[in-house]
């Protein structure tokens, strides 16, 4: 039995398969299998995998219907015969030791888990370092470690950034025998990693973070910020209301401005990818308006520490809670092409 199993979500990616699928297969940790998932590819993917699967036996292909991330994710999960289990998008890649560094790591240390560091890919193809921490974390506490969890989506309020660390399971290893005996899935929610993280997590004892960065995360433009879904916010409140459940006791008034913080960062994010669209403005002032005046950010915005945020932040705030959707449509506009 190998030492990890690497599971490969597959959707038409053929102009990044080969960078990601080299990168696995050099790994410096050779006790690895590769479960390369085909979601039902319409383009070249299948036969690139194809062609990988028939030159290295540690790799298994599986093709099924179209059926999207979660569901090819869990696919591959049922194929695991190793102790741990890790997830890379399939287009992006890894460094050579990022295996073998994570899993000696989780061993000699006893843990369940380890994440690492990781490179984000800029617009213009440059990689900026995204490592949260300068020195090793050990999270071996129900309190640690659900803080640790927390800190993946939301901050208290004076923190300059929504989270203290990036929210995403591409960057770690898991136990299978956590996610077996407790079921753990991907579900159906837009934020698929967080409601993952949050069922595990729960359930782990023992959880390490590294500061070094292994993983590329790349900009291919088709990202969720970049694109406008009518329904995407309504969405995003359903994952803010599932987050709820996994608090208990005085852990709901302790942690509940994190998860405010995380609705607030939705409503951004959606309203700026509104901006974004080439849509007429009148459609865009409803598109805001829809988001500002649903329940849930209503209650956030009539009762979160505004003051406390950031003044980019805390203006956003002023401008959703005073309904200026004009005010709020131009001040995204000047905050997008500050950021270009």
Known sequence: ?????????????ASYLDRCLESLIGQTL????????????TDESYSIC???????????????????????????LTYVKS????????????APQMFETLYDK?????LDTVFCGYYSQKPDGRFAMK??????????????????????????????????????VWRAIYSMKIIKANGVVFKDFTSEDLIFLCDYLTKARKVG???ECFYYYCWNGNGLSNTYNKSRFKRDVEVYKELHSYLYGQEQKKYKPYLDKYLLLRARVDMSAICGTAIPLEEKKKGI?????????????????YKELRLPSRVMFFLMKERKIAALLAFIVIMRILKK
């Not at 050779?30 to 590819?41: C, E, L, T």
């Not at 990988?52 to 036996?57: P, V």
């Not at 050990?138 to 300059?160: A, E």
């Open 30 to 41: 050779k006790d690895i299998d590769i479960i390369i998932v085909d979601d039902g590819s």
């Open 289 to 305: 308006t829809e988001i500002i005046e649903t329940e849930e950010l209503q209650s956030v915005l009539n009762s979160y520490p």
């Open 106 to 110: 989780l061993k000699s240390d006893g």
């Open 1 to 13: 039995m190998c030492k990890i199993s690497i599971i490969v979500p597959v959707y038409n990616v």
């Open 50 to 76: 194809e062609r990988y699967a028939a030159s290295d036996s540690r790799i298994q292909l599986v093709h099924k219907t179209n059926g999207g991330l979660s569901s090819a994710r869990n696919v591959g």
């Open 209 to 211: 973070f590294i500061p």
């Open 131 to 168: 490592n949260e921490t300068s020195e090793y974390l050990r999270f071996d506490t129900h309190d640690t470690v659900k803080g640790f969890l927390m800190d993946m989506i939301g901050s208290v309020p004076h923190y300059s950034h929504t989270a203290r660390f990036f929210m995403t």
């Open 83 to 94: 102790d741990y289990v890790a997830f890379v998008d399939s287009d992006d890649y890894v």
